[in-house]
């Protein structure tokens, strides 16, 4: 089962990056759902593989379930703001309402937004954090593990905290933390498995 999440989450990861720069090319409504789409997708594979990674490395059952709240927080804030972004601010913007810039994904400050970078910075980032401090430095193969999940956990938080206190452009920390970081654990997750 490793094997099969960890493939799931690389491709995951690189169909998400893919549609960010196709949208960031294109500017085409049809990208931008894609990217909302595979935002939403995104959140439940991270937290499948943050699953999977706890069971790997044997970590305490009070930091897995501590995890899954926080990764749950995450899907559920993720899918909010963009099935909102989707479902009703873009249809509105398309009847030629004049919607608010602080109600729209793509504008700090904005609540969309706000939500958004709340599921991907702070609740992601807390989650990494409880894999990577439950994991104990028995080995090599679970000390780089350790080192990965810490690294992913605060570039979120970095994000996050950031954008709402010091520079909107400090969110880019973020995505390397949940983006890259995650490609990067499945691949180590491959690896160590061997």
């Known amino acids: 089962m490793t094997k099969k999440i960890s493939i799931t989450g690389i491709a995951t990861c690189i169909l998400y990056f893919i549609s960010v720069a196709v949208f960031l090319i294109t500017k085409a409504g049809i990208a931008l759902t ?106 090599k193969a679970k000390r780089i593990m350790k080192s990965t999940l810490l690294i992913c956990g605060i570039l979120c938080l970095i994000g996050f905290f950031g954008t709402v206190s010091i520079n909107e452009n400090m969110w880019y920390a973020a995505p390397m933390g949940y983006g890259l970081g995650t490609m990067v654990i499945c691949m180590q997750m491959l690896k160590f498995q061997k």
């Open 34 to 139: 894609a990217w909302e789409l595979m935002t939403i997708l995104s959140a439940p594979v991270v937290l499948f593989v943050l699953l999977e990674l706890s069971t790997f490395v044997s970590i305490p059952s009070v930091y897995k379930k501590a995890m899954l709240a926080f990764m749950a927080c995450t899907c559920a804030l993720t899918g909010a703001a963009h099935i909102v972004n989707i479902t009703v601010t873009r249809p509105l913007i398309k009847e030629g309402l004049n919607v608010p810039t602080y109600f729209q994904i793509g504008f700090w400050p904005s609540v969309e937004m706000a939500v958004d970078y709340l599921a991907w910075g702070f609740f992601t980032g807390l989650a990494f954090l409880c894999i990577g401090i439950a994991i104990q430095n028995k080995d």
